[in-house]
């Protein structure tokens, strides 16, 4: 038992003190979902030639909480990001620490979302395609350039009205530096991409 707890107070430890000019191993990228899918759209992120970060560190928190968020959007079969709260909230609710000066009521500065996409790169292309998703993903504005924590997930359940859903994180931790000047903070609000498949049988089993 304390051998396990030993392990997980090292990660935990681990995750948040990697160095910002450090790359991160190539197999950190399994850390970024619990999916095939998950983790290949995560190492398209990381990779993408317009990525503005110098590091995108995965970690299991935000994968597990994108997970979950994937797997509501098909309860619902929607593709929104105020399914019980906002995303800000959301992470804030289970845990992970975000700056104080990211919004709190109806805030998303951290959560992108997707329905209807069947693989990582046709996402990642509609993902790249819309200018808010692709400003937070690739940290085109200074304020989203300083996120570097990422999980990502992929849910699909055949009887729903977009089969796939995939939700991304990408945000900061809490930190006791001074607020940083940005020139213009962002908030998505309801900005989502998203694909009906009307050619679906919905009387068809999982």
Same mark, same amino acid.
């Given at each position: 038992?304390?051998?396990?707890?030993?392990?997980?107070?090292?990660?935990?430890?681990?995750?948040?003190?990697?160095?910002?000019?450090?790359?991160?191993?190539?197999?950190?990228?399994?850390?970024?979902?619990?999916?095939? !899918?998950?983790?290949?759209?995560?190492?398209?992120?990381?990779?993408?030639?317009?990525?503005?970060?110098?590091?995108?560190?995965?970690?299991?928190?935000?994968?597990?909480?994108?997970?979950?968020?994937?797997?509501?959007?098909?309860?619902?079969?929607?593709?929104? $990001?105020?399914?019980?709260?906002?995303?800000?909230?959301?992470?804030?609710?289970? =845990?992970?620490?975000?700056?104080?000066?990211?919004?709190?009521?109806?805030?998303?500065?951290?959560?992108?979302?997707?329905?209807?996409?069947?693989?990582?790169?046709?996402?990642?292309?509609?993902?790249?395609?819309? !200018?808010? $998703?692709?400003? $937070?993903?690739?940290?085109?504005?200074?304020?989203?350039?300083?996120?570097?924590?990422? =999980?990502?997930?992929?849910?699909?359940?055949?009887?729903?009205? $977009?089969?796939?859903?995939?939700?991304?994180?990408?945000?900061?931790?809490?930190?006791?530096?001074?607020?940083?000047?940005?020139?213009?903070?962002?908030?998505?609000?309801?900005?989502?991409?998203?694909?009906?498949?009307?050619?679906?049988?919905?009387?068809?089993?999982?």
């Amino acid at each position: 038992m304390r051998i396990a707890t030993l392990f997980t107070l090292i990660f935990s430890i681990n995750v948040f003190t990697v160095g910002a000019s450090e790359q991160p191993a190539e197999n950190d990228v399994t850390a970024c979902g619990f999916s095939a !899918k998950a983790i290949a759209l995560a190492r398209l992120i990381q990779q993408d030639p317009g990525q503005q970060r110098t590091v995108i560190e995965c970690h299991p928190l935000l994968a597990q909480a994108a997970e979950d968020k994937a797997r509501v959007m098909a309860e619902f079969g929607a593709v929104m $990001h105020n399914l019980g709260g906002s995303p800000n909230s959301r992470l804030r609710e289970i =845990g992970f620490p975000l700056p104080r000066y990211y919004s709190v009521v109806m805030g998303n500065q951290v959560e992108a979302i997707a329905g209807g996409y069947s693989t990582p790169e046709s996402v990642w292309r509609s993902f790249k395609d819309s !200018k808010p $998703h692709r400003q $937070h993903l690739l940290g085109e504005l200074d304020f989203y350039r300083e996120q570097q924590y990422m =999980g990502v997930g992929f849910y699909s359940h055949r009887n729903t009205p $977009h089969v796939e859903y995939w939700v991304v994180y990408v945000t900061k931790a809490a930190d006791e530096l001074p607020v940083p000047y940005f020139e213009y903070i962002s908030n998505k609000g309801v900005f989502v991409v998203q694909q009906i498949k009307p050619e679906l049988d919905l009387s068809m089993p999982k």
